[in-house]
């Protein structure tokens, strides 16, 4: 079975300022990992997502994330954010089936990040 | 191409009451999960459906709660003489088989239960 752990649960920082926010997970097998947005009463929209490759993965609107596996994290980055960035985070993962069919998502419990100007 | 829709949007139910809640996958999708997210929550999985079947229901409530997905028509998820705990938002996703674990969200059904 896997699980998520996203220790904080609200990260305030200041517009302009980095921001990082932490991801762990455990399992017995093999994952995908991804991260998920939801801007306030919207539904999820994939941020960015490790399928396979280069461990560094990035959004087009700014966000890295690097997944570190002798850690089991997948923490998420941006150097510079913006107001626009204000939203809530999901960590999330999923196992990789050999069939390569899609399986369940299971969710981290967030994290709000809440931008200052 | 549209993605995953749900109706309703919003949901109003008496305790006691039936909701169902309806979800159309992206076309050619045949794989639908259902989710829910309570207040302050992350979301949590219910249920996987491909057409006709239910693949892994190990999410969902044993009692009041049923999903199905028919060949013909969207996936709908039917929650059965509804409490007040039921209220949440309930978000269906959907992938294409080949498309390794990527899943498309709708918008959600946020489900109010007076």
């Known amino acids: 079975a896997q699980s998520v752990t996203q220790l904080d649960s609200q990260v305030p920082v200041f517009e302009e300022a980095p921001v990082e926010l932490r991801c762990n997970y455990s399992s017995s097998v093999s994952v995908y990992l991804f991260w998920y947005v939801q801007y306030p009463n919207q539904g999820l929209q994939l941020l960015l997502k490790?399928?396979?490759?280069?461990?560094l993965v990035e959004s087009i609107n700014g966000f890295e994330a690097e997944f570190n596996k002798s850690q089991t994290s997948f923490h998420l980055r941006k150097p510079s954010v913006h107001i626009s960035d204000t939203a809530e985070y999901f960590c999330a993962v999923s196992d990789r089936r050999a069939d390569s069919s899609a399986s369940k998502i299971i969710f981290g419990s967030g994290t709000r990040l809440s931008i200052r100007p | 191409n549209a993605g995953v829709m749900q109706n309703p949007r919003h949901l109003v139910r008496r305790r006691g009451q039936e909701a169902r809640l309806r979800c159309s996958p992206m076309?050619?999708?045949?794989?639908v999960y259902w989710y829910r997210q309570l207040p302050e929550e992350g979301l949590k999985f219910m249920v996987y459906?491909?057409?006709?079947?239910?693949?892994?229901e190990s999410g969902m409530p044993k009692e009041r709660f049923s999903a199905e997905f028919p060949k013909e028509g969207p996936s709908i998820l039917r929650i059965q003489q509804v409490v007040r705990g039921d209220s949440a938002a309930y978000f269906c996703?959907?992938?294409?088989?080949?498309?390794?674990?990527?899943?498309?969200f709708g918008p959600g059904t946020r489900l109010t239960v007076l």
């Open positions: 459906l491909q057409k006709e079947n239910i693949i892994d």
């Open positions: 996703a959907s992938s294409l088989a080949a498309r390794k674990g990527e899943q498309f």
């Open positions: 076309k050619g999708h045949s794989h």
């Open positions: 490790y399928l396979s490759g280069s461990t």
